[in-house]
């Protein structure tokens, strides 16, 4: 069975989590769109493992993970995240893990582009920084440098030399920035094509060899940091949706047959961008506490509201989720009184259809009365408290799909399989 886990909010729905979970009856984890932008948590043993590139995968034993074409990879970084690994007792080589020849690569001056477009910018997008968007620019604009690229000396040096002559002048014109030299960095990522070539390979016949295997397509951010579907312009530069997990990886041939949508039990973005059910002061303090909200990439403190069901059902929509994960219920234990968002006005006018902007949207709530116990040890759903299943049942029964796991601690093990009545 393949199946595809996406986020159906803004991203930090908690993914790393429940791919790791998921990876035990895969066989192949792929990556398929984003950059180290993202980063996936995962608990083993009370000691925090993140990624930023390589799937959450990589910590099951016997397991294949993989970076599709979709990924737009900083060397740096991923040769960083592999030497940790290995630190840390998990063996990364080239039989499990895979980097496709067409991963465009992220270069020097795409972080700095990204950060000095954003200074000049009269509305700030919130971006990290990390060069994500330029280098997917670049790659529209057919003047990127691929994994394919980086590995070929020749190439390399042709390509690098040819994107400085254009860059460095719009640096120094435009950004009154010194630009950079092609000596520096082709050195240093002569030595990162050296690391990564031993992994990178045609991943599209690869994974044809491996057709009949199990895979699991690992989408990174939110559904609505999609490029064209999210609140557009405050997403990310590529499609999050699960229709991407094939065109980013090269496995078209492939069918899939479970989307598995994952969502907080509130909901939380980073940086800028309109959020309906947000929150202030001491509910905003009480999420970022109990939640620990801070990115696992930036260290940002995000921004934090009550679960929004409008969205999340237009999430469902797009990417046409057939079973859906909630996570982090357990944040909600000492909650009084939760609160739901169940339609929008703007203005006074309560809206009928999905909105094409959420700026301006007020949120129509519904309460739900809390559990105020702490549930983070169960592991049998019949064992929640009322309040907390009255509380996933108003879920369902909204956006029409079933809860199918449900998460109550960061722990690998604080999964608890929701039994059908």
Same mark, same amino acid.
């Given at each position: 069975?393949? +199946?595809?886990?996406?986020? +159906? ?10 791919? !790791? ?36 995968? /990589? ?23 592999? *030497? ?47 060069? /994500? ?15 394919? !690229? ?9 390509? +690098? ?116 059910? *947000? ?28 679960? !929004?069901?409008?969205? +999340? ?38 809206? !009928? ?41 108003? /879920? ?26």
């Amino acid at each position: 069975m393949n +199946l595809v886990v996406v986020g +159906l909010q803004w991203g930090d729905e908690g993914k790393g989590k429940i791919i !790791d979970y998921f990876a035990r009856n895969a066989d192949i984890i792929v990556r398929f769109q984003g950059g180290n932008n993202a980063g996936h948590t995962v608990v083993i043993n009370s000691k925090k493992v993140i990624f930023h590139l390589i799937p959450s995968g /990589i910590l099951r034993k016997g397991k294949i993970c993989a970076i599709g074409n979709g990924v737009v990879i900083d060397p740096k970084v991923l040769v960083e995240e592999i *030497e940790v690994l290995k630190k840390e007792g998990i063996g990364v080589t080239s039989d499990n893990l895979k980097i496709s020849f067409l991963s465009h690569i992220i270069m020097p001056y795409h972080r700095i582009i990204d950060s000095l477009r954003e200074k000049r910018r009269i509305q700030k997008i919130g971006t990290t920084k990390r060069g /994500i968007g330029p280098c997917y620019s670049d790659k529209i604009a057919r003047c990127g440098i691929r994994v394919i !690229d980086l590995i070929d000396p020749g190439k390399f040096s042709l390509k +690098l030399r040819d994107n400085l002559r254009e860059k460095n002048a719009l640096f120094r014109k435009v950004y009154n920035f010194k630009g950079f030299s092609f000596k520096k960095i082709y050195q240093e990522y002569s030595y990162y094509g050296e690391v990564l070539k031993n992994f990178a390979c045609d991943l599209v016949e690869f994974f044809y060899r491996m057709r009949k295997k199990r895979f699991l397509f690992e989408g990174a951010q939110g559904t609505f940091l999609d490029v064209d579907f999210g609140t557009y312009p405050f997403v990310t530069s590529s499609s999050t949706l699960w229709a991407n997990s094939l065109v980013g990886s090269g496995a078209s041939f492939l069918k899939i047959h479970k989307v598995l949508g994952v969502a907080k039990a509130y909901t939380t973005r980073v940086g800028e961008g309109p959020f309906p059910t *947000e929150v202030k002061g001491k509910m905003e303090n009480y999420f970022r506490k109990w939640g620990k909200e801070f990115g696992a990439t930036t260290n940002r403190p995000r921004r934090c509201g009550w679960l !929004d069901l409008v969205l +999340l059902k237009r999430a469902v929509k797009l990417n046409n989720v057939t079973e859906i994960v909630i996570t982090k219920l357990d944040v909600l234990d000492k909650v009084k009184e939760i609160k739901v968002c169940v339609g929008y006005r703007k203005g006074k006018r309560k809206l !009928d259809a999905f909105p094409s902007d959420l700026e301006e949207i007020s949120p129509i709530y519904a309460k739900v009365k809390g559990w105020q116990k702490s549930i983070t040890s169960l592991r049998d759903y019949r064992l929640l408290p009322l309040s907390a299943k009255k509380y996933l049942e108003m /879920i369902e029964n909204y956006v029409k799909r079933k809860i199918t796991f449900v998460s109550v601690g960061e722990a690998r093990e604080a999964v608890i399989k929701k039994r059908q009545s």
